[in-house]
């Protein structure tokens, strides 16, 4: 019999349940989800990184519950209530939100105005009154009069009965569920305004006045929300869909209370004490249960939005780590600026910094031809190929400058592109700039960033906490331990997939691979510096710290380039090697002839190779890695072309077509870099003439689109797009009130500010468009 975790997580990932133990126990022993994913299939079955991350999520939750359940079972037994049927009912919790209803009523809290009823001897009315409700409430209630505890009259002995019933209900664990489900079926999130916050909280104005079912509230709405009121902008509570609008209190019962009731055999028939009976169903929903329902709720709301939101940003950070690199040319980045001037650095091939300048082309100089001059100084004595502009203020006016350099430099056949300078001010600012750079000015920091992340977008991003490279959606709003555990995860997986050269990684590319950490890649770059380039995976063993185990966790992501065996340079894991070396001893070639000879390698029977420790999914990995050799997973390099002329949004008019990149996905849609300083909106009804449920069906980070201006407000500087290029403007035009429940309080994001929520002025334009 499977143990209950891995039986659990066999289901969930509808995998067997060999997979499942296997990849557990690599786990506990230490294997890193990438190695597990590239070198152990035969173990686990071919279970993928997707799959084995959300295994490695799952079985921390499900630990952790039956931590949690064996304590429950141990606390309850010491308290001598432990029961067979209760102790059935804890074993099978399978949440652990069920597991805290079966222990709330034996879970130890603060003395309770029931407790002191019950201390005072008032619980045996509550139970008359409950089993036979023809008794006389106020004639009962004389024979418990207690004035030393506080119960001298009549109401006060009811008000402590009321109590006790009321406790009573909301500890029922069967109750409570049953309650939850009904509300989250039924429940509506409602908000207003604060009074006298209208105008200080303009950007929620879309939630001033808002109602919408509790089922139905997207991710993005929904921290919208909890933003709003945790600035103190919004009051936002939960209701049902039965509840008067206007705050009233129904004179019949409501579906909750009335279930109440029913769980506690209460009816309304007229009798002496039915009505004392039904008041107390009703405050035990609102003062007991709502409340205590509506935190459930909207904390699982909030949970699922984050979730949401933290996928929303893994997804757009892979895509953006993932994204085409440039390759080793020399690269000359532009940082622009007006008043501070255009910060400029030149890389060589491998990143290596080699000039700095600043140039003051713009306001308040003007200095056009003098920093022309510069510009073409360094690129003749470097042989520059690529020009990187950063996408920041005055980046249309770098990039005139950086076009009349192309062609006053001809023969250099240099490529200018505009990048994403995101996060470039925090990495310039770091530590790890400041151990790189330290005699470098910090703002010539950002120059040398934004120069390398067009060579490798990886091997720079990875030196930036993803939370600042602006590709999330309320990402400051999300639960900051779980956020930055997934981004590691997704930096981490990237990282890997593409792998690293071992001669030429930073450290802090170098603690990104399997098995590594910041000690063991600082170590690695130190043996690097002190003895030379690494002739071979295998003198890896020498550095310090770097033992079998983490040999086996990392030599496969790292690549020796011209070394003394080709196989280093490749993906396949140096414990593979005697299959290899089976393969040229039966075909009588060297691997050097074999490599990147795809012909022969698919006339290769892969099944002829395999033994007892490896097997077809190994070799069939070998061979493809044989076929072409240190394979990059990443697509091939393409820029965008901003339109000439078009720099500003007052430069914008509707119906315009243009090239742009997308920044950033969220469930609502994708904001395009089209060259004006602000990103515009895609929203997802015009990102396909087809239905889209999720725009990353359609779109990436770092995907070039083309697409036609809908709307341009200059004042609150927003932008409507379509990637539906048949559309008409004018359609657009007609419903400028839009649908408000689809709209987020944000504008479109600033440079430095992404991301931004749906604004409701593109969302209203974009709806109308909808067949």
Request: with cysteine.
């Amino acid at each position: 019999m499977l143990p209950p975790i891995e039986s659990r997580l066999a289901t969930e990932l509808g995998a067997q349940a060999r997979q499942v133990i296997a990849a557990v126990e690599l786990l506990d022993a230490g294997a890193t989800v990438p190695f597990i994913a590239r070198y152990r299939k035969e173990v686990t079955g071919g279970l993928d990184d997707t799959q084995l991350r959300m295994l490695e999520e799952r079985l921390g939750y499900l630990r952790e519950l039956e931590d949690r359940r064996a304590a429950v079972i141990a606390s309850i037994g010491e308290q001598g209530k432990l029961t067979p049927a209760l102790r059935d009912e804890i074993e099978h919790a399978e949440t652990k939100q069920r597991l805290e209803d079966l222990y709330l009523p034996y879970k130890q809290k603060r003395r309770t105005k029931a407790q002191i009823a019950r201390e005072a001897g008032i619980e045996p009315l509550a139970d008359a009154l409950l089993a036979d409700p023809t008794l006389v409430p106020e004639t009962e209630a004389a024979r418990f009069f207690n004035a030393e505890a506080g119960f001298a009259d009549t109401k006060a002995v009811l008000d402590g009965a009321r109590q006790i019933l009321m406790e009573r209900f909301s500890e029922d664990a069967g109750l409570v569920g049953n309650l939850r489900e009904y509300v989250e079926a039924h429940g509506v999130v409602v908000s207003n305004v604060v009074e006298g916050k209208e105008n200080y909280g303009a950007k929620f104005r879309d939630y001033f006045d808002y109602r919408e079912p509790l089922k139905d509230i997207p991710s993005h709405r929904a921290l919208a929300l909890f933003r709003g009121r945790n600035e103190d902008i919004l009051r936002v509570k939960l209701v049902l869909d039965t509840d008067p609008q206007d705050g009233t209190r129904l004179a019949e019962p409501n579906p909750c209370e009335r279930r109440i009731m029913s769980a506690a055999g209460i009816r309304n028939e007229g009798r002496a004490a039915d009505r004392w009976l039904v008041e107390t169903a009703r405050w035990a929903w609102s003062v007991k249960l709502s409340l205590h329902i509506e935190l459930d709720l909207m904390g699982v709301l909030r949970e699922k939005a984050e979730e949401e939101a933290i996928r929303v940003f893994a997804k757009n950070l892979k895509d953006l780590l993932l994204a085409a690199p440039a390759g080793p040319r020399a690269t000359m980045g532009l940082d622009p600026g007006l008043r501070t001037g255009v910060k400029v650095a030149v890389v060589d091939a491998t990143g290596k910094l080699l000039d700095t300048a600043t140039i003051y082309p713009h306001e308040p100089r003007r200095d056009w031809d003098g920093a022309l001059h510069t510009l073409a100084v360094l690129a003749k004595k470097h042989n520059v190929q690529l020009i990187a502009i950063g996408n920041g203020t005055a980046s249309r006016e770098t990039d005139k400058l950086a076009g009349d350099l192309v062609k006053q430099l001809p023969e250099l056949h240099m490529t200018k592109i505009v990048v994403s300078e995101a996060g470039a001010s925090v990495y310039s600012a770091s530590e790890l700039a400041a151990k790189e750079f330290p005699q470098l000015d910090v703002s010539l920091r950002g120059a040398v960033s934004i120069a390398r992340r067009l060579q490798d977008p990886l091997a720079e991003l990875v030196k930036i906490d993803p939370k600042s490279i602006g590709v999330g959606q309320y990402q400051h709003d999300v639960n900051q331990s779980r956020l930055a555990k997934s981004l590691d995860a997704v930096v981490e997986d990237c990282v890997n997939a593409v792998g690293v050269d071992v001669n030429t990684a930073s450290a802090a590319l170098l603690t990104r691979i399997s098995g590594l950490n910041t000690t063991l890649a600082q170590n690695i770059v130190a043996h690097r510096d002190a003895h030379g380039a690494f002739r071979n995976r295998a003198s890896l063993k020498a550095v310090p710290r770097l033992g079998e185990k983490t040999f086996e966790q990392c030599a496969g992501f790292l690549r020796v380039m011209n070394g003394d065996n080709p196989l280093d340079a490749s993906a396949v894991h140096p414990e593979a090697y005697p299959v290899v070396e089976r393969i040229l001893a039966d075909v009588q070639r060297n691997v050097r002839e074999i490599m990147g000879d795809a012909s022969f390698i698919r006339s290769l029977q892969p099944a002829r190779y395999t033994d007892e420790r490896f097997g077809l999914p190994t070799v069939q990995d070998i061979l493809k890695e044989l076929d072409k050799p240190g394979r990059d997973p990443r697509p091939e390099f393409k820029t965008a072309s901003f339109r000439d002329g078009v720099e500003d949004l007052k430069d914008l008019v509707p119906g315009m077509m243009l090239e742009g990149v997308v920044t950033n996905v969220t469930n609502f849609g994708a904001f395009v870099d089209i060259g004006v300083h602000q990103d515009g909106l895609v929203h997802v009804s015009a990102l396909s003439n087809k239905f889209v449920k999720d725009p990353a069906e359609v779109v990436k980070a770092g995907d070039i689109v083309k697409v036609k201006v809908l709307e341009v407000d200059v004042a609150r500087k927003r932008i409507a797009l379509t990637m539906r290029l048949a559309d008409e403007v004018q359609a657009a035009r007609k419903q400028e009130g839009g649908d408000r429940r689809t709209n987020a309080p944000a504008r479109s994001p600033r440079r430095d500010e992404k991301p931004a929520p749906a604004n409701a002025f593109a969302s209203a334009f974009a709806k109308a468009l909808k067949r």
